[in-house]
C-alpha cells in the first residue's frame, strides 16, 4: 500500500520560513522522481518543486530563491524548506511521487498525499 504522509505545515509570518517533510511507504524509493503541488482557495492545483532520484531539482518561477525541495533516499523522505514566505504561498500543499523523472503536469503523478496547511499572514 503506497503512503505519503505529509507534516510540517502551520501558520508564519511574512518573510518567515517552514520546512515540510513527506513520508514516502510502499513504493520502490529509488525508481520515483518527487514533487511538491499547492493548491490554493479557488485555484488549480500548481507545481512548486520537484527531484529526481538523482538530485536534479525543477521549481516554479514563483519560488525560485526561496524555496530548496531535498531528498534523504535512505529515509524515503522528501523535505522542501521553505524561505521568505509569502502571503500568497498560503495554499495546501501535496506530496506527490510517479515512476522516473518528475514533472510540472500534476496529470503525471498517480500517488498523493493528504496535504498540509501552510498559512502566511501578512
Known amino acids: 500500500q503506497v503512503q505519503l504522509v505529509e507534516s510540517g505545515g502551520g501558520l508564519v509570518q511574512a518573510g518567515g520560513s517552514l520546512r515540510l517533510s513527506c513520508a514516502v511507504s510502499?513504493?520502490?524509493?529509488?525508481?520515483?522522481?518527487m514533487a511538491w503541488f499547492r493548491q490554493a482557495p479557488g485555484k488549480e492545483r500548481e507545481f512548486v518543486s520537484g527531484?529526481?532520484?538523482?538530485?536534479?531539482?525543477t521549481s516554479a518561477d514563483s519560488v525560485k530563491g526561496r524555496f530548496v525541495i531535498s531528498r534523504d533516499n535512505a529515509k524515503n523522505t522528501v523535505i522542501p524548506q521553505m524561505n521568505s514566505l509569502k502571503p500568497e504561498d498560503t495554499a495546501v500543499y501535496y506530496c506527490a511521487a510517479r515512476i522516473g523523472v518528475p514533472t510540472m503536469d500534476r496529470r503525471d503523478f498517480n500517488s498523493w498525499g493528504q496535504g498540509t496547511q501552510v498559512t502566511v499572514s501578512s
Open positions: 510502499g513504493l520502490p524509493f529509488s525508481d520515483y522522481g
Open positions: 527531484i529526481s532520484w538523482r538530485g536534479g531539482r
